[in-house]
């Protein structure tokens, strides 16, 4: 137990306990607000109690300076021993927020009340205002979001758990360390307009264009297929994943280039402008590959791919 | 971490509620005392605040800028009307009351919240000037439990916890407190006199006789076992009815308080008989200017002057301990006068004592001389049901009407100011005396010890110029012991007073005194262990438990070591009861694995229950049936929940001893 003016005034300095496991040694106490001017009250009463020579006064001091005592270790223990897991977010697109589940293992453990965890930045950073009750022996899931400014990755950084439980005079507080990160995709933006069409009539025609082109039959669900070219109803009448395949002019397939788009030289908009195009293809239906320098992947289709195109983009330039 | 309070209490309204309990709780006692204006203005604005529980706060009106400084105005101005003062004990007190009301109105943060908690508990303490009986200890722990779980109850942010689980952790928290509490209590290093000046009313804590007498000053004094003054006779000692010990003589009143005169008159006139006593005086420090002496003083030690009513007083406070020598006449006149003096000595306040001044007069028309009036005022006394205790009644509007028509309950000074009013409204001049009677004498100094327990008050009254001042002891007519054998005896005298319904029958009558005298012995030992427990008290406890001599460092000493055993005897039980295995089941596959470690057949974080138990097979025939049914129930309560199997569980790991091979 640590309870030290210096790392109050210098959070953060303290060891964190690790991701995964329990909160036991590195919890940190110390008065809140509140609770200085409590003592601060104590010891007003205390001088009045000795001035006046009152038993009683001195009776109530030394019963609420004891209390305070106590509440010290319930606060404490109000913390002790819980094991935190923090879990990789899904990807996320720069500007919005990454969303890291949290999974609190209280198995062994009493009830706890009025937890607060939080991304811990500096000394400012404030709670949620969100607070979670764990009852005793309770697997607690809950999450942190996480600010994604930029693409590439973001991670939940130190997070810090506190409790003021149960009268609010001391905090008590944990830091978590965790090596968890979650990937950030550059934030689509740009000319919606998709650059041209490479026309082909290779092999690949799998492609679901438009209602008007004529359906030409089917063909077996390959991964990497779109759900939207599935035809539901034959999967209803439980004769397998086909694919509907149509007939015409939609055999397109579009190679998103680098130099193809318009602003040359910035790269971040270059990515972002790439990353509209793609979320575009995707969303039309297109066969769609990605040429960019370091990195290139073939035509495709569907979730995984698309997820490897943005993935690419989120990471370019990037050591990792 | 300021929490927005104001959605504290959209969210959840019965935070207020509780806050408004512990203020009301905490103010209670005090609404009884306090001017009727004061009270009625704190249930108004509790009243006005519970109706409007939640707003935004720049919509109150009553709490914009201009409200609150009119309000503050009203109250302060109030105060002052009522009290004539700021300052002090009362006025103090009545502001606190209001500023608590006050600040229950603008609760907008966190902050708020708890300054009004601690308002609430400078309320608590300051009760303690007042009244520090045992009832006042019950009740403030009541008060104490619902601040702690008001406390809890704001701290717990979703406001799951029921009533009922709120006090009683506010209840373990005070619990677990109680040893510490004891500890400090005993051994916090207890200061020999004030810090600093009090104020003047301040009556309560002062432990030393005051030259002024109000209900409840003296027997206040009667509870410390402090030294007043020692006494070394040159002969023998005189008998303790005659040991009257000269104080400050008290001639107006405004219905509650009596006060000095402090006219100088080095001009005392006196007829005595037989020889002085002489006699030397210790007196500790008063921090008062005047001396004591036996009645009646013939001579005055240097640097003193008398005051026509023979006090014999000192141009400046006594700060150390003084010695002087004294001679006395115990056979004495204090004749002659003059009109403007026994004027005075008529003075009644008025609007009071209605009731009293009445029966004074009554007397007077009945009886032929004064003195008749005087032996019928002692006969009142003797054969009416008035009893003589420490802890009387609270006396709330009319101290002497109250005391001589209704509660019949008092201490020397009631006695005192009852009868020289009574006096008075007979037309006999009569002035109040405070001093000590009695004392104790040492056998081994062969001096007397005069302590501050036996401060005492009496009337003088004037009976004629042939006669002059006569004393005149009401409390003797009372309690006879007091004058004869002193306060000790005196005291724990029951002073039960049995109810009419339950006099005719005898055996409840008896029950009646007996709870009467159990609960006056409880008191009588809080009254000595706990009130009385001062410098003198703390420093023989000492010497009992084996530590003479302790100073402040030893006393600071054991302290840290008491509050050091006292967190870790706490940590332990805390964090024991957290390691403790909530999952019974679990707790006993636990047992089971680790009997089976002392084995050699450690459980590897890899396995499972099956697995551990398959491999715990195979290199334990002897145990494979053993292990498989302990194992088979496990799964079943852990995986199935069949809590049936629980109890076999449990019945297996006990007999489960496995070998050593």
Known sequence: MTASFVLERYPGWGPATREGTAVRRRIYIFPTRQGLLFSFLLIVMLIGAINYSNSMAYLLVFTLASVFTAAMLYTFRNLRGLVIGIHPAQPVFAGREAVFPILIDNRDGDERISLDIHPYRNRKSRGRGHYMDIAAGELHRDSVNIPAPARGYVRPGRLRITSTWPLGLFRAWSYIDSDTAALVYPAPAGNPALPPFTEDASEYQSGSLSGTDDFSGYRQYRAGDSIRSIDWKVLAREQGVLIKRFSGSGMRRLILHWDQAPLTGDTERILSQLCLWLLEAEQAGYQYGLVIPGFELPVGHGEAHRHHCLKALATHGLSR | ?661
């Open chain 2, 1 to 661: 971490m300021d929490y927005p309070v104001s959605r504290l209490l959209q969210r959840q309204p019965s935070a207020l509620l509780w806050l408004s309990a512990t203020t009301t709780l905490a103010a209670l006692p005090h609404l009884l005392r306090v001017p009727i204006w004061i009270a009625l203005f704190f249930v108004l604005l509790l009243f006005w605040r519970l109706s409007h529980p939640v707003r935004e706060s720049n919509t109150h009106i009553l709490v914009s800028l201009i409200g609150k400084s009119a309000l503050a105005i009203i109250i302060l101005g109030g105060v002052f009307a009522s009290y004539g003062t700021l300052m002090g004990r009362d006025a103090g007190v009545a502001l606190l009351i209001l500023l608590s009301v006050m600040k229950l109105l603008e609760i907008r943060s966190e902050r708020d919240y708890y300054i009004t908690i601690y308002i609430g508990m400078l309320l608590i303490l300051t009760n303690f000037l007042y009244t520090q009986t045992l009832p006042t200890a019950f009740y403030t722990v009541i008060t104490l439990l619902v601040f702690l779980a008001t406390l809890a109850g704001f701290n717990d942010r979703n406001h799951r916890l029921t009533v009922e689980r709120r006090l009683r952790l506010a209840g373990g928290l005070l619990l677990q407190a109680l040893p510490l509490v004891l500890i400090l209590f005993l051994f916090f290093p207890r200061a020999s006199g004030p810090l600093w000046g009090l104020p003047e009313d301040a009556r309560g804590g002062v432990s030393g006789l005051d030259d002024e007498m109000t209900p409840g000053s003296l027997s206040r004094l009667s509870l410390s076992d402090e030294v007043a003054f020692r006494v070394e006779f040159d002969g023998a000692i005189p008998d303790r009815d005659k040991l009257y010990w000269r104080g400050p003589v008290l001639w107006y009143t405004d219905g509650f308080k009596w006060v000095p005169d402090r006219m100088r008159d080095p001009s005392v006139r006196m007829d005595v008989a037989g020889d002085p006593v002489s006699y030397t005086v210790i007196l500790e420090p008063t921090r008062k200017k005047w001396l004591f002496a036996l009645e009646m003083p013939a001579g005055k030690p240097d640097d003193t002057f008398f005051t026509h009513d023979v006090q014999i007083r000192r141009r400046d406070e006594i700060q150390k301990r003084i010695r002087y020598e004294m001679d006395s006449h115990l056979d004495y006149r204090l004749i002659s006068d003059s009109e403007e003096n026994l004027e005075r000595a008529l003075q009644l306040p008025r609007n009071y004592h209605d009731q009293a001044i009445e029966l004074g007069r009554r007397w007077r028309e009945e009886a032929g001389t004064d003195n008749d009036v005087v032996q019928k005022a002692l006969t009142y006394f003797r054969e009416q049901e008035f009893h003589y205790t420490l802890t009387p009644q609270q006396l709330i509007n009319d101290p002497v009407d109250e005391f001589l028509f209704q509660t019949r309950q008092g201490f020397c000074e009631h006695y005192t100011a009852a009868f020289i009013v009574l006096m008075r409204a007979a037309g006999i001049p009569a002035r109040a005396v405070m001093g000590y009677q009695g004392g104790r004498v040492n056998p081994m100094g062969d001096y007397l010890i005069v302590r501050q327990r036996d401060a005492h008050a009496w009337a003088e009254v004037w009976l004629g110029d042939e006669r002059g001042w006569v004393r005149v002891d009401p409390t003797a007519a009372v309690s006879p012991t007091r004058v004869d054998t002193g306060i000790d005896e005196a005291l724990p005298e029951s002073v039960v007073d049995v109810p009419l319904v339950l006099r005719n029958n005898s055996l409840a009558r008896e029950v009646w005194r007996q709870l009467g005298n159990t609960w006056d012995a409880i008191n009588n030992r809080w009254n000595q262990w706990v009130l009385g427990y001062d410098r003198t008290r703390q420093s023989r406890f000492l010497d009992n438990i084996g530590l003479k001599n302790a100073d402040y460092g030893d006393l600071i000493l054991i302290l840290t070591a008491a509050v050091v055993l006292f967190f870790i005897i706490m940590a332990f039980r805390l964090f024991r009861i957290s390691r403790r295995e909530t999952d019974a089941a679990k707790h006993w596959y636990r047992k089971f694995q680790q009997r089976l470690a002392r084995c050699g057949i450690r459980p590897g974080s890899y396995e499972g229950p099956r697995d551990y138990a398959a491999r715990a097979a195979r290199h334990r025939h002897d145990l494979a049936e053993d292990i498989q049914s302990i194992t088979d129930n496990y799964v079943a309560v852990r995986y199935a929940g069949k809590q049936d199997s629980l109890e076999r569980l449990k019945r297996l790991v006990k007999q489960f001893r496995p070998a050593k091979q």
